[in-house]
T-cell receptor, first 117, second 114 residues
Framework: GAVVSQHPSRVICKSGTSVKIECRSLDFQATTMFWYRQFPKQSLMLMATSNEGSKATYEQGVEKDKFLINHASLTLSTLTVTSAHPEDSSFYIC?????????????FGSGTQLSVL | AQKVTQAQTEISVVEKEDVTLDCVYETRDTTYYLFWYKQPPSGELVFLIRRNSFDEQNEISGRYSWNFQKSTSSFNFTITASQVVDSAVYFCALNGGATNKLIFGTGTLLAVQP
């Protein structure tokens, strides 16, 4: 079964609204979670690294005030797209790392398709 | 800088054909990890294999096989006797080890025709 749960799987919202996406590790404690964005027919681009109990680290070019990340517990990270606009429409996918060692396999959520009208 | 290149954007084969997906990587790390993931139309990422930089042994798992060659910085993936269910986008990815961030290639869309 899935070890990383991501919700919602699909969301449609109006321009200007905020959308929260949740990523939960189901049977392990995830010290680090990663958020990726994937535009149609393109690769996965890392947006930010979320560490439990500390501020997220954003990749170059990603607006931290627009994409709010909270990793308040070892099993939950949330990504909030604030004041969403049509250009934010994309497939967002999270992954979790157990912290057991470098290069450990990442577990991925099933992704969230965001459509902003 | 780390980079993963998948030069093949799309490949179309007929069922039962063998197909090889190419992956070339760049890294300055001496310890690193390489991955292949499958992304079917539903969107989720399916883990296929992980290989560390010290293990150059090729691996076979059923119809899947992987050829890791450090000398050419390549980690190619071969599907033998392809099936329609193999149709998906396949991503090669690199982890430098220190941060556990995965750097993905651009993906190869494999279409297996019946």
């Amino acid at each position: 079964g899935a070890v990383v749960s991501q919700h919602p799987s699909r969301v449609i919202c109006k321009s200007g609204t905020s959308v929260k996406i949740e990523c939960r590790s189901l049977d392990f404690q995830a010290t680090t979670m990663f958020w990726y964005r994937q535009f149609p027919k393109q690769s996965l681009m890392l947006m930010a690294t979320s560490n439990e109990g500390s501020k997220a680290t954003y990749e170059q070019g990603v607006e931290k005030d627009k994409f709010l990340i909270n990793h308040a517990s070892l099993t939950l990270s949330t990504l909030t797209v604030t004041s969403a606009h049509p250009e934010d429409s994309s497939f967002y996918i999270c992954s979790a790392h157990s912290g057991r060692g470098a290069g450990e396999k990442l577990f991925f959520g099933s992704g969230t398709q965001l459509s902003v009208l | 800088a780390q980079k993963v290149t998948q030069a093949q954007t799309e490949i179309s084969v007929v069922e039962k054909e063998d197909v090889t997906l190419d992956c070339v990587y760049e890294t300055r790390d001496t310890t690193y990890y390489l991955f292949w993931y499958k992304q079917p139309p539903s969107g989720e990422l399916v883990f296929l294999i992980r290989r560390n930089s010290f293990d150059e042994q090729n691996e076979i798992s059923g119809r899947y096989s992987w050829n890791f060659q450090k000398s050419t910085s390549s980690f190619n993936f071969t599907i033998t006797a392809s099936q329609v269910v193999d149709s998906a986008v396949y991503f090669c990815a690199l982890n430098g080890g220190a941060t556990n961030k995965l750097i993905f290639g651009t993906g190869t869309l494999l279409a297996v025709q019946p």
